[in-house]
């Protein structure tokens, strides 16, 4: 991982004059060295330091990061070993064939067996992994209510709400307000069903990231005089069965998930 989400990331801090005294033909060329870390950025001379010296932070920032996340992962694989799998697949809706547990991820299988060792035909992110396997570990196994409350209303959401809007729902909105259509496709492609006009919002879809779970996503479109809204909702029995840390971790894992995609398959808005 590094500190730029696209080339045009790194092609933006660039002079443009593709003067080649990098030894690259462009600028462009350049960029996309940079990005995929054949290059640091301080290798173009027309770089003011100090800016090459912010990136060069931020990416080490992101290595530390990485590292920490390896370190989570690893840290849930050693407790897998520890618990009874088939009462675990019992507490999490999943299924245990005496070798190991499966459970749902937005419609998709996800096996895990006692050495952690992870089966899976979807790609899932190092963020989305650390919730699944805490779910697998925490879950209560308490009934799904299909009473749909914002965070905030969660009994320990008040003090995640704010991050959690900075960091699962205001980027989801950019993506649905810049890519209206790609949005809905996304959420199609995680098998989101359409729930009847929630909240009188333009979208309304339901997510199962985890058996249970799951979570509403209600997006209304901008209209003249009116900015657009994004709201994510959790069932009432989240917190009992995923934990507010491992509710917070998995709106951003699916959020990143939604960038990700957004950045491989956008157009260009009309
Ligand atoms: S040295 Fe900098 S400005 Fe010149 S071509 Fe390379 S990236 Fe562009």
């Not at 060295?33 to 080490?60: G, I, M, N, W």
């Not at 914002?150 to 320990?156: F, N, Q, V, Y």
């Not at 729902?169 to 006009?197: C, H, R, S, W």
């Amino acid at each position: 991982m590094h500190a730029f989400k696209t080339i045009m990331d790194v092609f933006k801090l660039l002079e443009k004059s593709n003067c080649r005294k990098c030894n690259e033909k462009t600028c462009l060329a350049f960029a996309a060295a940079v990005f995929t870390q054949k290059r640091p950025l301080s290798d173009c001379p027309r770089v003011p330091p100090e800016t090459a010296q912010h990136y060069a932070s931020r990416t080490q920032n992101q290595v530390r990061n990485d590292l920490e996340i390896e370190r989570q992962i690893a840290q849930l694989r050693a407790d897998l070993a520890k618990i009874d799998m088939a009462a675990a697949a019992r507490r999490t809706a999943g299924t245990f064939d005496g070798a190991k547990l499966t459970v749902r991820i937005m419609g998709k299988k996800f096996g895990v067996d006692a050495a952690g060792k992870i089966y899976t035909d979807i790609h899932v992110n190092p963020w989305m992994t650390i919730p699944i396997l805490n779910y697998i570990l925490n879950c209560q196994g308490a009934p799904v209510t299909n009473q749909w409350v914002p965070l905030r209303e969660l009994a320990s959401g008040k003090d995640w709400y704010r991050l959690f809007g900075q960091r699962c729902e205001k980027p989801m909105k950019k993506i649905a307000d810049t890519y209206p259509d790609l949005f809905v496709d996304i959420v199609d492609l995680f098998n989101g069903q359409p729930v009847d006009n929630h909240y009188q919002s333009d979208v309304a879809l339901v997510l199962h990231p985890l058996p249970l779970v799951p979570l509403l996503i209600c997006y209304w479109a901008p209209e003249e005089g009116m900015v657009s809204n994004l709201n994510l909702f959790f069932d009432t029995s989240a917190e009992v069965n995923l934990g507010i840390d491992g509710i917070y971790a998995l709106g951003t894992g699916i959020t990143r998930m939604f960038e990700k995609l957004a950045l491989r398959h956008a157009v260009s808005p009309a």
